[in-house]
């Protein structure tokens, strides 16, 4: 299996930028198609963008679109999320997400590893 680790949350401004990163360890990271969901207080877990395991296909949700970027280096076992012009309604708890395979997913139930959660707050 494999463990992951993210970092980088924190308070901000909006308009203002963060890069969050999920540091991987265990199996071969690059067995594994990637993604970054987020929590807000009383919501669902949803997605924010998904990579395959060998970067050339990503997938974003609409409201990031444009302002979020995922990337991932397999030589350094890491997923990265660069978010750009945040806004508030960007504050949540951003979760790494890992599952075998080539392509990529959007829903909850397709990754079986997750990291512990980072805070980003986002303020007005």
């Known amino acids: 299996q494999v463990q992951l680790v993210e970092s980088g949350g924190g308070l901000v401004q909006a308009g203002g930028s963060l890069k969050l990163s999920c540091a991987a360890s265990?199996?071969?990271?690059?067995?594994?198609?990637m993604a970054w969901f987020r929590q807000a207080p009383g919501k669902e877990r949803v997605s924010v963008a998904a990579?395959?395991?060998?970067?050339?296909?990503?997938y974003y949700a609409d409201s990031v679109k444009g302002r979020f970027t995922i990337s991932r280096d397999n030589a350094k076992n890491t997923l990265y999320l660069q978010m750009n012009n945040l806004k508030p309604e960007d504050t949540a708890v951003y979760y790494c997400?890992?599952?075998?395979?080539?392509?990529?997913?959007?829903?909850?139930?397709?990754?079986?590893?997750w990291g512990q959660g980072t805070q980003v707050t986002v303020s007005s």
């Open positions: 990579i395959s395991r060998s970067g050339g296909m990503t």
């Open positions: 265990g199996r071969t990271f690059s067995s594994y198609a």
């Open positions: 997400a890992g599952a075998l395979g080539s392509y990529y997913y959007t829903e909850v139930r397709s990754y079986e590893y």
